[in-house]
């Protein structure tokens, strides 16, 4: 089953809103979430790393006034694209480090999320 | 530096027919390797994954792969391909966070 889920799976909205993405991890604590984009017909990009209780780093390029960006506990992390523009419609897809119980440390990748703006 | 490569990025296959969709790293220890896909409009769904172990990794839908430390190389198999396969591969280094470029299947009838 799913270990990593995300909420909304879908999203439209209107240019200037902003909307908020979430991601949390099942049955584990994620110590480290990562936040990428996919832009059509390529590999998603990384565009920050959060950890817990700490301020995110983005990639270069990524801008953070932006894509704001709230690890707030061990299983949940949202995604608030501010002030969306068309540009930004894209498919945000997050993951999360952490250990399931008998498993390694790894990552494992939500669903993603596909955020169209009118 | 550190990479995964998908030398191919577009395949096209009949259905029925075997595919092979190779993948190989640049690391210097044993990666945790994972083969995602992604349909057209959707989020990545986990296949297989390689941690340690046996080489040989059964996967979902009758894929497997078998990692092979020689070559690099961890490509994806299925003996027999149905047109819902049809879709994109990613081959994912998971533990440094290395994504492949993506191969694109076509399956034609």
């Keep these: ?118 | 530096a550190q990479s995964v490569t998908q030398p191919d990025i577009h395949i096209t296959v009949s259905e029925g027919a075997s595919l092979e969709l190779r993948c190989n790293y640049s690391y210097g220890a044993t990666p945790y390797l994972f083969w995602y896909v992604q349909s057209p409009g959707q989020g990545l769904q986990l296949l297989l994954k390689y941690f340690s172990g046996d080489t040989l990794v059964q996967g979902i839908k009758g894929f497997e792969a078998e990692f092979k430390r020689s070559q690099s190389s961890f490509n994806l198999r299925k003996p027999s391909v149905h047109w819902s396969d049809a879709a994109e591969y990613f081959c994912v280094n998971t533990d440094k966070l290395i994504f492949g470029t993506g191969t694109r299947l076509q399956v034609f009838p």
């Design chain 1, 1 to 118: 089953g799913a270990v990593v889920s995300q909420h909304p799976s879908r999203v439209i909205c209107k240019s200037g809103t902003s909307v908020k993405i979430e991601c949390r991890s099942l049955d584990f604590q994620a110590t480290t979430m990562f936040w990428y984009r996919q832009f059509p017909k390529q590999s998603l990009m990384l565009m920050a790393t959060s950890n817990e209780g700490s301020k995110a780093t983005y990639e270069q390029g990524v801008e953070k006034d932006k894509f704001l960006i709230n690890h707030a506990s061990l299983t949940l992390s949202t995604l608030t694209v501010t002030s969306a523009h068309p540009e930004d419609s894209s498919f945000y897809i997050c993951s999360a480090r952490g250990r399931l119980a008998g498993a390694v440390d790894t990552q494992y990748f939500g669903p993603g999320t596909r955020l169209t703006v009118l």
